[in-house]
Each structure stands twice: as structure tokens, then as C-alpha cells.
């Protein structure tokens, strides 16, 4: 299988604090993973793409000072919110192409709920 | 024009009912099609993956791609309650490559 694995799943943190947000491949080596925003009732919205052992590659729009990602190893990528406010409360998802892209296609993470108060 | 458009629904259908998701997209170099399912506060997982034109089915799913006329299609037969969820389409021009789009999704409710 092709399982990624993304913690925590829920957060709730005040407005100017940090959180961090794990994604990690479980039994394959991911080199590259992708961060994903969703607000309710919308699609994805790719964020940036997460490459092991150089910087990430963030999407216009998307300030890569607030959000910051780490890609450390194989099998982990982490995005940080930085300074977190209301307005980035929303669903954050993160995903890794999988070993056999037919078979697996894009594996996503189970998300993780992100609320700002 | 989007790049990728899909009746983002409610769609609403009794159990048992066929059901036809599609999306268009413009596009012409997309030759990678898949469909995800997304549960509520879930993230998407993959059902179907398809190249180029024709029709692939697994058990009561069937993808059809029509490049010509660029649409996609994903019927779901004989179905539940349990396929009550949001469909997403995505596409990509390289099989290897990063960049695949997502349609918005359509959300689908089987009605008991």
C-alpha cells in the first residue's frame, strides 16, 4: 500500500501562535509532497510542493515566510503557519505521488483542521 | 474559463440509482485522468485512474474519457449510502509530473 499519514488532525490554537502540521509517508520514500488548502464546500487548492533536501516551491499567492515547509527526509515533510490568524483557519491537506502512480495516484494525508481563534 | 469545471452539485439520488459524475476541461495535453472520493473532513482517496480515451471499470465504477470532446465521466451502479461523498476529478499532462489540476468536486448524497 501507499499510506501517508498527516497529524495532528485537529487543531485549535490562538491568534499569533505557530503550529506545525506532520505529513509523513508510512511505507514508501516520498521525494516530493505536496500542501493543499481546502475551504468548505471548495476544492483543493495546491499551496506548494515540498521537495526532500531543497527549498519548497510555493504557488502564487501563497507566502512562503508564513507558511514554512520542511522536508527533511524521505517520509516527512512539515508545514509550519507562522503567526497564525483567523483567516488561516481551513482544512490543510498534504499529499505524495505515490510508488506506482496507477496504482496508488496521489496519496493524501487524512488533513488536518485548522482553527484560529 | 476554468481549467477544469465540475457540477459541484448537491447531487441527491435514491439508493440503487446510477449515477453519472463528469467534468470538462480545456486543456488538450491532459492525458492522466483520476477520480477521488472525499469523505467529510477526510482527505481525498483514489478510486479510478485512467489514460488517454476509453472506459476502465472496477467493481461498480466506471471512468470513461472522451479526449475529443475533453470530458470525463464516473458512473457509480447499484448505489449506497456508503458513496455519499464528494467526487473529485484531476488531470495531469505527464504521467510523472507535479502538475495536476482538481476539479472543485460534486457533492453526492444516496438517499436510503
Known amino acids: 500500500g501507499a499510506v501517508v499519514s498527516q497529524h495532528p488532525s485537529r487543531v485549535i490554537c490562538k491568534s499569533g501562535t505557530s503550529v506545525k502540521i506532520e505529513c509523513r509517508s508510512l511505507?514508501?520514500?516520498?521525494?516530493?509532497m505536496f500542501w493543499y488548502r481546502q475551504f468548505p464546500k471548495q476544492s483543493l487548492m495546491l499551496m506548494a510542493t515540498?521537495?526532500?533536501?531543497?527549498?519548497?516551491?510555493?504557488e502564487q499567492g501563497v507566502e512562503k515566510d508564513k507558511f514554512l515547509i520542511n522536508h527533511a527526509s524521505l517520509t516527512l515533510s512539515t508545514l509550519t503557519v507562522t503567526s497564525a490568524h483567523p483567516e488561516d483557519s481551513s482544512f490543510y491537506i498534504c499529499?505524495?505521488?505515490?510508488?506506482?502512480?496507477?496504482?496508488?495516484?496521489?496519496?493524501f494525508g487524512s488533513g488536518t483542521r485548522l482553527t484560529v481563534v | 474559463q476554468k481549467e477544469v469545471e465540475q457540477d459541484p452539485g448537491p447531487l441527491s439520488v435514491p439508493e440503487g440509482a446510477i449515477v453519472s459524475l463528469n467534468c470538462t476541461y480545456s486543456n488538450s495535453a491532459f492525458q492522466y485522468f483520476m477520480w477521488y472520493r472525499q469523505y467529510s473532513r477526510k482527505g481525498p482517496e483514489l478510486l479510478m485512474y485512467?489514460?488517454?480515451?476509453g472506459n476502465k471499470e472496477d467493481g461498480r465504477f466506471t471512468a470513461q474519457v472522451d479526449k475529443s470532446s475533453k470530458y470525463i465521466s464516473l458512473f457509480i451502479r447499484d448505489s449506497q449510502p456508503s458513496d455519499s461523498a464528494t467526487y473529485l476529478c484531476?488531470?495531469?499532462?505527464?504521467?510523472?509530473?507535479?502538475?495536476?489540476?482538481f476539479g472543485p468536486g460534486t457533492r453526492l448524497s444516496v438517499l436510503p
Open positions: 499529499s505524495a505521488r505515490g510508488p506506482n502512480l496507477r496504482v496508488h495516484g496521489y496519496t
Open positions: 484531476a488531470m495531469s499532462a505527464e504521467n510523472y509530473g507535479q502538475n495536476f489540476v
Open positions: 485512467t489514460y488517454s480515451s
Open positions: 515540498s521537495n526532500e533536501g531543497s527549498k519548497a516551491t510555493y
Open positions: 511505507d514508501f520514500q516520498a521525494t516530493t
